[in-house]
């Protein structure tokens, strides 16, 4: 007797190219008070590590391709992927009303190689303005599923 064949889910992922560059793997991220306090509660809720929480934020973003959505807001005079390489213009809070707060992280040198090429491409080499993209639109996707529940 034939057996039939198990389904098995296919998946893809986009092919993204790592930078070349060296990067040590260590990274200080500045963060929104309300963004550090959020990644803090999160870790001690979940037990993952700080720097796995950002590579499942980065991850989530990757997988339904949200990159456009999160860096390129729908009234930015510059699209998102700009041929010329500039970031889309992202309102920013002035400097003085919210101070940053710091967290180090440090992640693996191929991994950091990746976000490189990420913040190259999505933020005109701000690897910050990256970080704290992603995590922002995580953050907000994790508290709506928490509210569904």
């Known amino acids: 007797m034939d057996q039939p064949p ?4 296919v998946t893809t992922t ?18 929104p008070k309300d963004l550090n306090q959020w990644l803090g509660e999160h870790h001690d809720n979940t037990g993952v590590s700080y720097p796995g929480i950002v590579l499942n934020a ?3 973003a990757a997988g339904e391709d949200r990159f456009g959505q999160i860096f390129a807001p729908v009234d930015s005079p510059i699209p998102a992927n700009d041929i010329f ?3 889309p213009a992202i309102p920013k809070l002035a400097r003085g009303s919210v101070e940053p707060e710091t967290r180090p992280l440090r992640f693996r ?15 005109a080499d701000n ?3 990256f970080f704290v993209g992603v995590l922002t639109a995580y953050r907000d996707q994790q508290k709506q599923g928490v509210a569904v529940r």
């Open 58 to 60: 980065i991850s989530w």
């Open 127 to 129: 690897r910050n303005a």
């Open 85 to 87: 390489g500039r970031a």
């Open 14 to 31: 986009p092919q993204i190219e790592p930078a070349e560059e060296e990067h040590s793997g260590h990274v200080t991220l500045y963060l």
């Open 109 to 123: 040198k191929d991994h950091m190689k990746v976000i490189i090429s990420l913040a190259r491409t999505w933020t």
């Open 6 to 9: 198990s389904a098995v889910a």
